[in-house]
T-cell receptor
């Protein structure tokens, strides 16, 4: 079974430039998460989707960050314009939300962003 | 709000040493508890989990017991190997999202 796929793995941009990250979750997983992991820190939730609906975006900096999950499968996270403080690893994770769910998330390898 | 506190690293041990990484949590309900591991160059992956009080999660020689009375979920291994070198994250799941600790980097010396 294929895991969570993210791209690109690495991205280096100059500040004020836009950047986008893509995530393909595990087939059949209806819940998708975007986390941000700063250097030396644990991942922090940016947004959670159940199918196409963003059910928790309270930690997403909406002035410059946006996300979408068309058709309830793939998702894209965009930053425009990027700032120096956005340098981090952006992690996508998926799971099946429901009565049998115990909270195990399946993570992709992450997209490492460096803003110069 | 719900949170996780784990011991700061890095932790450096010799091969075959005993490992303990402390983790305590704050939660209003009865969350599931997890240890995730991040090996160099790889994504986060679940190491073990416990879904209710007194449950013991175990995997790859690692163990952790859900202690409700002390709100703890300490990770232990009796004899570590060089291949255990990684970053370990304690995490809790109150029902909607995973909340992670800051991570503990473990170095095992041959």
């Amino acid at each position: 079974e294929a895991g969570v796929v993210q791209s690109p793995r690495y991205k280096i941009i100059e500040k004020k430039q836009p950047v986008a990250f893509w995530c393909n979750p595990i087939s059949g997983h209806n819940t998708l998460y975007w986390y941000r992991q700063n250097l030396g820190q644990g991942p922090e939730l940016l947004i959670r989707y159940e199918n196409e609906e963003a059910v928790d975006d309270s930690q997403l900096p909406k002035d410059r960050f946006s996300a979408e999950r068309l058709k309830g499968v793939d998702s894209t996270l965009k930053i425009q314009p990027a700032e120096l403080g956005d340098s981090a690893v952006y992690l996508c994770a998926s799971t099946i939300y429901g009565t049998q769910n115990t909270g195990e998330l399946f993570f992709g390898e992450g997209s490492r962003l460096t803003v110069l | 709000g719900d949170s996780v506190t784990q011991m700061e690293g890095p932790v450096t041990l010799s091969e075959e040493a005993f490992l303990t990484i402390n983790c305590t949590y704050t939660a209003t309900g009865y969350p599931s508890l997890f240890w995730y591991v991040q090996y160099p160059g790889e994504g986060l992956q679940l190491l073990l989990k416990a879904t209710k009080a007194d449950d013991k999660g175990s995997n790859k020689g690692f163990e952790a017991t859900y202690r409700k009375e002390t709100t703890s979920f300490h990770l232990e291994k009796g004899s570590v190997q060089v291949s255990d070198s990684a970053v370990y994250f304690c995490a809790l799941y109150p029902g909607d999202k995973i909340i992670f600790g800051k991570g503990t980097r473990l170095h095992i010396l041959p």
